[in-house]
């Protein structure tokens, strides 16, 4: 069975810092793009960053200077390290990973979501 777990979430204050993180964890052949994503209380998901096997990045305009997402390849895990933070990046936040899987000796794409986990920023 491959899964992302997420950790690393919770309450913290305004101007804090959190980081999460987001292992994929199963039979996996390659993880290919990585990224986060966030849902604001009564809005919808949306992308917080992203980042390409190479290791090229994009964030959102709202967050860019402030987060910094990267990854470890031998852990397939993607981080995403939240400094200064403020009450509107309070949100569940989920990962998401590209995922080639062997399945009966073949190569299969996948696109895995975690389970997600609550960021909530205090004023």
């Known amino acids: 069975q491959v899964e992302l777990v997420e950790s690393g979430g919770g309450l913290v204050q305004a101007g804090g810092s959190l980081r999460l993180a987001c292992i994929a964890t199963?039979?996996?052949?390659?993880?290919?793009?990585m990224g986060w994503f966030r849902r604001p209380p009564g809005k919808q998901r949306e992308l917080v960053a992203s980042?390409?096997?190479?290791?090229?990045?994009n964030y959102a305009d709202s967050v860019k200077g402030r987060f910094t997402i990267s990854r470890d390849d031998a852990k397939n895990t993607v981080f995403l390290q939240m400094d200064s933070v403020s009450p509107a990046d309070t949100g569940v936040y989920y990962c998401?990973?590209?995922?080639?899987?062997?399945?009966?000796?073949?190569?299969?794409?996948?696109?895995?979501w975690g389970q997600g986990t609550q960021v909530t920023v205090s004023t």
């Open positions: 199963g039979n996996i052949f390659r993880v290919n793009d």
């Open positions: 998401m990973a590209g995922v080639v899987v062997r399945d009966s000796d073949q190569l299969h794409e996948l696109e895995l």
């Open positions: 980042i390409f096997r190479g290791g090229d990045t």
